[in-house]
């Protein structure tokens, strides 16, 4: 069995996974609350036996948090825990960025999607909002946008008459009161911003693409843009298990 999680700002995800590549147990939970006894509690749900336990691969965005899993993990089995960074990626993807600036989670997706024909725009509803360019087997970069989430918080914790917010989607631009006026903004504005970034990458790049949407609010926006999209939420454990391919 292998050990693959996703370490995000906002989110971590860990998986138990078959070695024939079946995710046999997964849990989600805040990455705030990341300490020893909340990690107790996640290994002892999976009641796994450490002893089968081959491989341990995360992506990670959050190094404190990776540190406190690894070292966990140390006490529990002999077995390696790396990071996906750590690891040498080249035979999997080429990369045309400053390979240290750019979060594994994305160098992750674009690994789960790459299939050396096609050319993909990744869309991650995180806690930002990030665009990847994924050019056969490279990845020429992306766009990074405040997240959703984290922008309505700003704006009702900075705002006083503006109350906490639930995003949803609406048919009508013209608020009639400010939690309606708010949720147009957001929807409406995000879906324009969506839609004029992919434009301008296919402007610029002179290519077209399929363009790939998953995190939080994919959902919520897969049908209210123009682009054409197709919504994929295992992105990232899927590349995990192609990357977990290359530790021996």
């Not at 024939?20 to 990455?31: A, D, E, V």
């Not at 081959?54 to 006490?75: E, G």
């Not at 990626?89 to 990369?95: A, E, R, T, V």
């Given at each position: 069995m292998y050990i693959l999680g996703d370490i995000g700002n906002t989110e971590t995800k860990i998986f138990?996974?078959?070695?024939?590549?079946?995710?046999?147990?997964?849990?989600?939970?805040?990455?705030?609350?990341?300490?020893?006894?909340?990690?107790?509690?996640?290994?002892?749900?999976?009641?796994?036996?450490?002893?089968k336990i081959?491989?341990?691969?995360?992506?990670?965005?959050?190094?404190?948090?990776?540190?406190?899993?690894?070292?966990?993990?140390?006490?529990k089995t002999k077995v390696k825990c790396y990071e996906v960074k750590n690891l040498n990626?080249?035979?999997?993807?080429?990369?045309k960025v400053n390979y240290k600036q750019v979060g594994s989670d994305r160098i992750t997706n674009a690994i789960g999607l790459m299939n050396n024909k096609d050319n993909y725009i990744i869309l991650d509803f995180g806690t930002a909002t990030t665009f990847d360019v994924l050019i056969k087997d490279t990845y020429y970069g992306g766009i990074i946008a405040?997240?959703?989430?984290?922008?309505?918080?700003?704006?009702?914790?900075?705002?006083?008459?503006?109350?906490?917010?639930?995003?949803?989607?609406?048919?009508?631009?013209?608020g009639k009161d400010t939690i309606s006026a708010v949720r147009s903004g957001f929807f409406w504005g995000y879906a324009g911003l969506i839609d004029n970034i992919i434009y301008l990458i296919k402007k610029e790049t002179r290519k077209s693409f399929k363009v790939i949407i998953t995190g939080g609010f994919s959902n919520l926006f897969k049908n209210s843009i123009k682009t054409k999209v197709s919504h994929n939420k295992d992105i990232t454990i899927i590349g995990l298990i192609k990357i977990s391919k290359l530790i021996k």
């Open positions: 138990i996974v078959s070695l024939n590549n079946k995710i046999i147990k997964k849990t989600f939970f805040p990455s705030k609350n990341i300490n020893q006894i909340k990690l107790n509690k996640v290994f002892n749900d999976f009641n796994i036996d450490f002893e081959k491989k341990i691969l995360f992506c990670s965005v959050v190094p404190n948090s990776f540190n406190l899993i690894k070292k966990f993990l140390s006490k990626l080249k035979s999997l993807l080429k990369i405040p997240g959703v989430q984290l922008s309505l918080n700003t704006l009702s914790d900075r705002a006083t008459l503006i109350p906490k917010i639930d995003l949803k989607s609406i048919k009508n631009v013209i």
